[in-house]
């Protein structure tokens, strides 16, 4: 089993910044993708942005710009460094990878950080 645990969300003024992490841990063969999606209230969850093992980066058009997404591939470890935060922004934000645990390969996903952006 793989777990995923992510920290650093809050509350924070529009123009802010906040990084989230995401560490994954538990019997973990190697991960591919990993990613970051947010739900807001009353809207499905979205991609935000996602990063391959090799460091590949995409963003939503929304977030381009302000957001970066990076991870320390030795520590099992994905980042979002949020900048130039709108309240639009304001969402649960989710971790998600793809892993092998040992021989088999499926989606995990953390249990969701709380990001809100005053205005």
């Known amino acids: 089993q793989v777990q995923l645990v992510e920290s650093g969300g809050g509350l924070v003024q529009a123009g802010g910044s906040l990084r989230l992490s995401c560490a994954a841990s538990g019997i973990i063969s190697s991960i591919n993708d990993m990613g970051w999606y947010r739900q807001a209230p009353g809207k499905q969850r979205e991609l935000v942005a996602g990063?391959?093992?090799?460091?590949?980066?995409h963003y939503a058009d929304s977030v381009k710009g302000r957001f970066t997404i990076s991870r320390d591939n030795a520590k099992n470890t994905v980042y979002l460094q949020m900048n130039s935060l709108k309240p639009e922004d304001t969402a649960v934000y989710y971790c998600?990878?793809?892993?092998?645990?040992?021989?088999?390969?499926?989606?995990?996903w953390g249990q969701g950080t709380q990001v809100t952006v005053s205005s």
């Open positions: 998600n990878a793809d892993c092998f645990s040992g021989f088999a390969r499926r989606d995990y």
């Open positions: 990063i391959t093992r090799g460091g590949i980066t």
